[in-house]
């Protein structure tokens, strides 16, 4: 029942490009900027992109993220078996007075 | 580096209370509003709280308003969540993360713990 709704899952095969969207509203994403979370299996939530667009030190440059209105996307490109994993975006709400994470989407790697 | 490790989890009967604990190192603990998230088995991710660097400001998710609290000892750099009235669907690992260095980007969860696993059951 989150605010932030995503693709259950995508799938492409090595070395494709794959998108994730994120569609909110405007006491969210229209607001506030977007950030983006990556979960391998069994580990610990990793942040991979912040204030829209930006990539924290160490993140590789294959991760991308951009915003539109009530909207944003993450993009994978050169898709590696590594990049397996749940993805979920997230911002401030300020309907809600609180921080909300989206339905999250695993990408799978054919 | 930053080291966040969580304890005072377990196993508790429903309606009981528990007090989740966050030991930080590696920054300056005081400079930097903290958060509690939380993952159910096989669930996404929920934002439980956030404090503010000082501790004069909290804000809670809906759905633990009123039984949880946050609260943090600057002097001992730990953080702390008081859950009262725990629900079985409030089993989870519950992980305290910490606000980013990035000045003017806003409050967020940027580094985070290993968690610490609450079981809600009788």
């Known amino acids: 029942q989150s605010v932030l709704t995503q693709p259950p899952s995508v799938s492409a095969a090595p070395r494709q490009r794959v998108t994730i969207s994120c569609s909110g509203s405007?006491?969210?994403?229209?607001?506030?900027?977007v950030n983006w979370y990556q979960q391998l299996p069994g580990k610990t939530p990793k942040l991979l992109i912040y204030y829209d667009d930006l990539l924290p030190s160490g993140v590789s440059h294959r991760f991308s993220g951009s915003k539109s209105g009530t909207s944003a996307s993450l993009a994978i490109s050169g898709l590696q078996s590594e990049d397996e994993a749940d993805y979920y975006c997230a911002t401030w709400d300020d309907s809600l007075n609180g921080y909300v994470f989206g339905t999250g989407t695993k990408v799978t790697v054919l | 580096q930053v080291q966040l490790v969580e304890s005072g989890g377990g196993v508790v009967q429903p309606g009981r209370s528990l007090r989740l604990s966050c030991a930080a190192s590696?920054?300056?603990?005081?400079?930097?509003?903290m958060h509690w998230v939380r993952q159910a088995p096989g669930k996404g991710l929920e934002w439980v709280a956030v404090i503010s660097y000082d501790g004069s400001n909290e804000y809670y998710a809906d759905s633990v308003k009123g039984r949880f609290t946050i609260s943090r000892d600057n002097s001992q750099n730990t953080l702390y969540l008081q859950m009262n009235s725990l629900r079985p669907e409030e089993t989870a690992v519950y992980y305290c993360?910490?606000?980013?260095?990035?000045?003017?980007?806003?409050?967020?969860?940027?580094?985070w713990g290993q968690g610490t696993l609450v079981t809600v059951s009788s």
């Open positions: 590696g920054f300056t603990f005081s400079g930097y509003g």
């Open positions: 993360a910490k606000d980013p260095p990035y000045h003017g980007t806003g409050s967020y969860p940027e580094s």
């Open positions: 405007s006491s969210n994403i229209g607001n506030n900027a």
